[in-house]
T-cell receptor, first 112, second 115 residues
Framework: TQLLEQSPQFLSIQEGENLTVYCNSS?????LQWYRQEPGEGPVLLVT?????EVKKLKRLTFQFGDARKDSSLHITAAQPGDTGLYLC????????????FGKGTKLSVIP | DTGVSQNPRHKITKRGQNVTFRCDPI?????LYWYRQTLGQGPEFLTY????????KSRLLSDRFSAERPKGSFSTLEIQRTEQGDSAMYLC?????????????FGEGSRLTVL
């Protein structure tokens, strides 16, 4: 069974601070996605990374896929209250299986 | 609105009753997924359709759960003889056939509370 562990589980920071959240596994994934979920809503896709070592930027968000494709990080610069939410990573195993394995998420609160 | 649509958004039922959820995917998406999410957890895969064919089922999908996608468009998820442990958010997602990396577009979910 492939597992994704996310850390920290909870994070509360002041507006303007920087932060990094992590997604780790002992398994190799063919792709890794990050989603953000707000209370009572479904997850919304932020980014997909597929190549080991890949770095993608989305405004103030920087996503990195580990060289061995077992881990990923999300860095947010100058966090804003609108960044508040549950950040989920999800790994795809490929090999004809289309199910994604999700981590438990990091719940981020950005205080104005 | 051309996103994934789910209904009902909320359902409260008594233990032992049957419930059915409906999902309308993005119209050009061939793939449709059901996930379940409980409090403090990430979504857990339940089942996957490509067009009308149900190609994958999780062991989480007990005999009381059945999902259909009869015409390859909308899908239903039925839970029979509900139990309190079935209380969760049921999420539907869809993706395009040529999406090799499997990006999912989720609906807003159907929250089930079993009393």
């Amino acid at each position: 069974t492939q597992l994704l562990e996310q850390s920290p589980q909870f994070l509360s920071i002041q507006e303007g601070e920087n932060l990094t959240v992590y997604c780790n596994s002992s398994s190799v994934f063919s792709s890794l996605q990050w989603y953000r979920q707000e209370p009572g809503e479904g997850p919304v896709l932020l980014v997909t990374v597929v190549t080991g070592g890949e770095v993608k930027k989305l405004k103030r968000l920087t996503f990195q896929f580990g060289d061995a494709r077992k881990d990923s990080s999300l860095h947010i610069t100058a966090a804003q209250p609108g960044d508040t939410g549950l950040y989920l990573c999800a790994g795809g195993s490929g090999a004809g299986s289309y199910q994604l394995t999700f981590g438990k998420g990091t719940k981020l609160s950005v205080i104005p | 609105d051309t996103g994934v649509s789910q209904n009902p958004r909320h359902k409260i039922t008594k233990r032992g009753q049957n419930v059915t959820f409906r999902c309308d995917p993005i119209s050009e998406h061939n793939r449709l997924y059901w996930y379940r999410q409980t409090l403090g957890q990430g979504p857990e895969f339940l089942t996957y359709f490509q067009n009308e064919a149900q190609l994958e089922k999780s062991r989480l999908l007990s005999d009381r759960f059945s999902a259909e996608r009869p015409k390859g468009s909308f899908s239903t998820l039925e839970i029979q003889r509900t139990e309190q442990g079935d209380s969760a958010m049921y999420l539907c997602a869809s993706s395009a056939l040529n999406s090799g990396t499997g990006e999912l577009f989720f609906g807003e979910g159907s929250r089930l509370t079993v009393l």
